[in-house]
């Protein structure tokens, strides 16, 4: 499961976002009148639901875009003019869309019908088609359109970037940037699908790499990368900016992988113990192995559909192995590696812009949801 | 099920488009490096299995712009010059691209792993996974396999186009193309499967929306498009080629309908009846709704599992009550609609180019294959 954004924000910008997104999804829900009303509904539904979580990305490109402004001209590029601040919303609510894209597919590929303790998309177009056809019929409806909804949302996502009005140099930068993104993502996404289903060896370099690459790229490297394109960082400040949104994605990834087994479900709002179900090798797992509590773990594992036998026999274990602390440990290196690529003293981020930064780093730290 | 391309020719041009495919694939294979044995397999797997079918979309793209070349200026705008002949056939590689993306999508959505009597890349992906773990885990690996790659092919494709080194202008109105034909093919995708799985009502609109959306968009418009637009056209011309476009895809699909249900199958090698399994609300069966013979042919389709429960009853049937004779006669309509778009007396498209086009239109008629 790809983690949902979590960070609440009161930023005014967040309207902002969800009206520009708005604007993109609008224009897909006219130009599907000719293909009939099935088309149109689909739409609608997509335009109704994008935008629940917290705008993570899209708040972290608009605060990291105008700090790096704030901070003055930093390169050999001029940054994207105030006039154009319209190119800079685009860009965000293309990462929105982005983001819902994923979610989607993810959902189409665990065969979830709930994300976070509500019906998502594809569990709704379920709950609708089921009262027009039988069970079987009616999922396989809803995650084909979720599949072919998601394509279209990717391909909208490059649509926009490609169209964005910036200076060609600077837009194949940001069409390098979205490209890495996204065949990291997959990777990544492959990498938790092939683990999960015993189709990859489990060992650490695989994990790690999957932890790494499903969600920390386009959730954290890449909002980070296009501001600083944007903004016309040189190329130093945009190495340094991606390099700590890499870290500070992969301790949010890790943190996710912690609330899923030890997190209050009340607060997160996630189905609790589903990675374990869905059979998901996360680190917090692969630090287990191998220590002497294992056999014991495995067997509290449990079948793959059931969940855990015994939910608190296994936090207990997984405690005392030494996994947990494992994993709160490599959280911490990867906000210390995060926070050390912005370091006024030797990081070429302006110190406003690190300040921002640190700002969204604080926030991940002990999050509970 | 979406057609796979038909036609075959012995045009140079194809092994040019195979080598232009494999340099935008290899490309891929190294980038994946870093994600582990896995993913880069993934896409060695991909690279292997692309451009197997006859290139339709690419040879329709470099024959068609080859010929408003030899036709000479045509519009206000300069064609690509003879040295961007590199930018043609990079489009033409992107094209093929997109029919193996929306191959593959197709057969995730139809739970297929045998196209044309072959093993698809699903298919495959099963096959070396049931070694590694059971029937359930290798199947949705193999499934969920098939659906990253087809992303990151999609977003592969918009990239490429979104890279053509052509003026900006020009590159708008390809993207444009490009958008029109994905939201197409996903919206006669949706209706295919909605109509397959009773959520969208067997209505004739829905039914020959499908039939017109889900192939011909991306098969034909889109090439014939594309190469005008890389010529210089001018927009009479185009329009006049993307109509006719829409008109031979359109006859191409139902065609493709035909075969299915009455084409010897030792040569077209597709799985005969499969559309009638999977509960695919073709032409061929709507048009035979509503006649006397409707009741003895419900019960001949038999149940959505196994298809027919005698097929030559069923093609009698079909036979006796008009509904082939009906389909046979919209495909003549849709081909006579696509001379005419090209008609010399009355169409912008120089006469050369429409000899080149009707050259495909005649491939069309009376395929058995």
């Known amino acids: 499961m790809i983690v949902h954004c979590e960070e609440r924000t009161v930023s005014p910008d967040r309207a902002s976002v969800l009206a520009e997104v708005q604007v993109l999804l609008d224009a897909r829900i006219a130009g599907s009148d000719r293909y009939g009303g099935a088309i149109r509904e689909l739409w609608e539904l997509a335009a109704r639901r994008v935008g629940g979580g917290k705008l993570l990305r899209p708040i972290l ?100 970037v490609a169209r964005l009005r910036v200076p060609e140099r600077r837009r194949t930068m940001l069409l390098d940037l979205l490209d890495d993104a996204v065949a990291e993502s997959a990777a990544g996404e492959l990498l938790d699908v092939g683990l999960a289903d015993g189709m990859i060896p489990p060992e650490r370099t695989a994990v790690m790499t999957m932890t790494r690459s499903k969600t920390a790229a386009y959730s954290f490297e890449l909002p980070l990368g296009m501001a600083a394109v944007l903004a016309g960082a040189d190329s130093g400040t945009t190495d340094a900016l991606r390099h700590a949104g890499r870290c500070a994605g992969t301790a949010f990834q890790l943190q996710d992988d912690l609330l899923s087994a030890f997190g209050d479900e009340r607060l997160h709002g996630k189905d609790p113990w589903s990675d374990i179900r869905e059979g998901k090798r996360t680190l917090l797992i692969e630090a287990a192995r191998g220590t002497p509590a294992w056999p014991r773990i495995q067997e509290a594992l449990g079948g793959q559909e059931s969940g855990p036998r015994d939910g608190e026999r296994l936090r207990m274990l997984l405690e005392q192995c030494g996994a947990r602390a494992r994993v709160e440990e490599e959280i911490r290196a990867q906000l210390a590696a995060a926070r050390r690529a912005l370091a006024p003293a030797s990081s070429p981020v302006p110190a406003e812009v690190a300040q921002v930064i640190d700002q969204h780093l604080r926030r991940l730290e002990g999050r509970s949801r």
């Open 61 to 160: 490109l608009l605060d990291t875009c105008a700090a790096l402004r704030r901070a003055g001209q930093l390169g050999a590029e001029a940054p994207v003019g105030a006039a154009d601040a319209a190119v800079v919303l685009r860009c965000a609510a293309a990462l929105e869309l982005l983001h819902f894209a994923f979610l989607l597919h993810d959902d189409v590929i665990d065969h979830d019908l709930v994300r976070r303790g509500e019906e998502n998309l594809v569990g709704e177009l379920h709950r609708r088609g089921s009262a027009r056809g039988g069970t079987q019929r009616s999922l396989h409806w809803a995650r084909s359109a979720g599949l072919l909804l998601g394509d279209q949302l990717l391909a909208l996502v490059h649509q926009e």
